[in-house]
């Protein structure tokens, strides 16, 4: 079958054209951000990229697979619904082709979905299960966002973000999944969702695709999954906590450091101790999840500690770029005030006396409105030294939002400025954690190439 992808470099349409070559098909595709390492990653594969939308979709594709960042007004869906021509959504064809006849095991909630599905991935591997997974992430421990599998079970992450210009469910009403994790829900997307509540309703049609047989693993101290489960459910429930020992599953870490362990109980019961390098109270919980969640296509609590042992974590998961000088650079998709002041605590765990670096750029669509402004300078304060690259048409003052911090905070709108800051201040010891969800304007490989010159020239 030839499969054409409009918006195929993103992740997630990358991941649908890397499933759809491996299941054989002949894949195409076209975007307006053609550039690495999605472009060389998908020509690798084989999959042939056009550059915009002007091209004609070739009359011999027989599946048009058209992605969210696709919308009504531009030529090329004008001319799609003009044509008559049958199309689907990415979700969709993923649920038709791929997971109509899997186990899906999926992850949602507002944070750590990417961390916890590339767990729950990799203990089903190193368990022997070989599953097909589809993440917004790129894997250490398999270096690929997305395989099709060679087994039933299929991981993926299952994200609320509306499905297509067409389709505005949420894209994990399609997955019908057997095995259900919610680590959390909070007010996010606020150019999709007017409310948290209707966030809650879209997770409440979720919750009404879970079959009896199956498992909802939801984190046990979160309010808005209170509020969820209370509207109904009708699928067995596993709650998982590192702070309520009442939970079903519980963990604790035992000492924190360079390599941390923990360990984990169910029902009570010891169910035994694990060792890693994650840092925080949420990837402890993230683990939790991802522990019960392969329990229930029987991988054995001990077989999953040895599997989280080796796990690698995940591309911009508070990854660290490297130690230049004895500065350590981390990089993290952090663009939540919640997940913003997680990361903070997690790292401040591995080294309490280190001063921490925060420089942040507020770019999602929720950020730039200034949804979250009132909570962020909450959640900057575990950093001594503060720095915010603000977009010119930033549609609030850091300034004057961010005012409690004091001396703490620089706010910036040009990134060789920022960069010229930071050389100036960071000394040896200092950690300096890197937060956007988008490109940061090159500052992580522009910081890394200044302090290796630096390193060199002292």
């Keep these: 079958m ?39 990653q998908l020509a690798a594969l084989g999959v042939r990229l056009v550059e915009g939308y002007d091209t004609p979709i070739d009359a011999g594709v027989d599946s048009i697979v058209v992605g969210n960042v696709l919308s009504r007004g531009k030529p090329v869906v004008e001319a799609l619904l003009d044509s008559g021509r049958a199309y689907v959504s990415g979700p969709q064809w993923l649920a038709e082709q791929v997971l109509r006849d899997k186990w899906v095991l999926a992850v949602a909630g507002t944070h750590g979905k990417t961390t916890t599905t590339s767990m729950l991935a990799w203990i089903l591997e190193y368990a022997g299960l070989a599953p097909g997974f589809l993440i917004g992430g790129v894997p250490g421990n398999f270096g690929i966002s997305a395989r099709l599998g060679r087994s039933r ?7 609320e973000y509306d499905t297509a210009f067409f389709d505005k469910r949420a894209k994990f009403v399609h997955y019908r999944p057997r095995t259900l994790i919610i680590n959390n829900i909070e007010y996010d ?32 101290r979160d309010e808005n999954i209170d509020r969820l489960l209370a509207r109904g459910v009708w699928t067995p429930l596993a709650r998982f ?10 963990g604790r870490y035992d000492s924190v450091g360079a390599e941390s362990r923990f360990s984990v109980f169910e029902e009570g019961a010891a169910r035994g101790s694990g060792r890693w390098t994650q840092l925080g109270d949420h990837n402890l919980e993230n683990a939790l999840a991802a522990i019960a969640a392969a329990a229930h296509v029987g991988v054995a609590p001990d077989v999953a500690l040895a599997a989280l042992a080796k796990f690698k974590g995940v591309k911009r998961r508070l990854e660290l770029r490297g130690t230049f000088g004895g500065i350590s650079v981390y990089e993290d998709f952090a663009h939540h005030p919640t997940a913003i002041a997680t990361t903070l605590a997690g790292l401040r765990s591995r080294a309490p006396a280190q001063r921490i670096v925060a420089v942040m750029e507020p770019r999602s669509n929720t950020m730039r409105m200034g949804v979250h402004r009132d909570t962020l300078a909450a959640s900057l304060a575990g950093a001594e030294r503060v720095f915010v690259l603000a977009a010119a048409d ?14 703490r905070l620089v706010v910036t709108t040009d990134v060789q400025a920022l960069l010229a800051r930071l050389l100036d201040e960071l000394k040896v010891g200092d950690q300096v954690l890197l937060m956007s969800n988008g490109s940061f304007q090159g ?13 060199a020239a002292s």
């Excluded at 079970?153 to 994200?159: L, M, N």
């Excluded at 549609?395 to 409690?404: F, K, Q, S």
């Excluded at 500052?443 to 390193?455: E, F, I, K, N």
Aim: glycine share 8%; with cysteine.
């Design 443 to 455: 500052l992580p490989a522009l910081l890394d190439r200044a302090l290796v010159s630096r390193t």
């Design 394 to 407: 930033l549609g609030w003052d850091p300034n004057a939002t961010l005012a409690a911090l004091g001396e």
């Design 2 to 40: 030839r499969v054409h992808i409009l918006g195929v470099c993103g992740t997630f349409m990358g991941g649908i054209a890397a499933i759809a070559k491996e299941a054989g098909h002949d894949v195409s595709g076209a975007d307006q951000n053609v550039y690495p390492p999605m472009s060389t």
């Design 241 to 250: 906590s590192a702070r309520d020992s009442g939970a079903r599953w519980f």
């Design 153 to 159: 079970y299929f991981v993926v992450e299952a994200d």
């Design 189 to 220: 997307h606020a150019d999709i969702y007017p409310s948290v509540e209707s966030i809650v309703w879209q997770f409440h049609q979720l919750l009404r695709t879970v079959p009896a047989n199956g498992l909802i693993v939801a984190n046990a």
